[in-house]
């Protein structure tokens, strides 16, 4: 069984089901900055090593012009044009 942690505060925890997963990664992949101190420090280790075990994969990265805001929409439609995961990177 997985457990997932939820960091919202919900009085009343909400059931989720986990996607069925394939066991593999292709395609191109988003890291995605939403410019928390040190969220770019996670993201710049996890290209790295997506680079040394995954080299066929392309990553891509993208950033919000501010943490404080959500992702604009146009942003967000490009992400999901170009890429077929995202990774969103959060750091304090």
């Known amino acids: 069984?997985?457990?997932i942690l939820d960091p919202t505060n919900e009085s009343v925890p909400v059931s989720r089901q986990i996607t069925p997963r394939s066991g593999q990664v292709?395609?191109?992949?988003?890291?995605?900055?939403?410019r928390k101190p040190r969220g770019d420090i996670l993201l710049d280790e996890l290209e790295?090593?997506?680079g040394e075990r995954m080299p066929e994969i392309e990553v891509r990265r993208y950033a919000k012009p501010t943490f404080t805001k959500p992702c604009p929409d146009d942003l967000r439609a490009q992400m999901?044009?170009?890429?077929?995961?995202?990774?969103?990177g959060l750091a304090d």
Do not use: H, N, P, Q
Request: hydrophobic residues 55%.
């Open 1 to 3: 069984m997985t457990v």
């Open 48 to 50: 790295r090593l997506l």
């Open 26 to 34: 292709s395609g191109v992949v988003g890291l995605m900055d939403i």
């Open 80 to 88: 999901k044009a170009e890429c077929d995961f995202v990774v969103e």
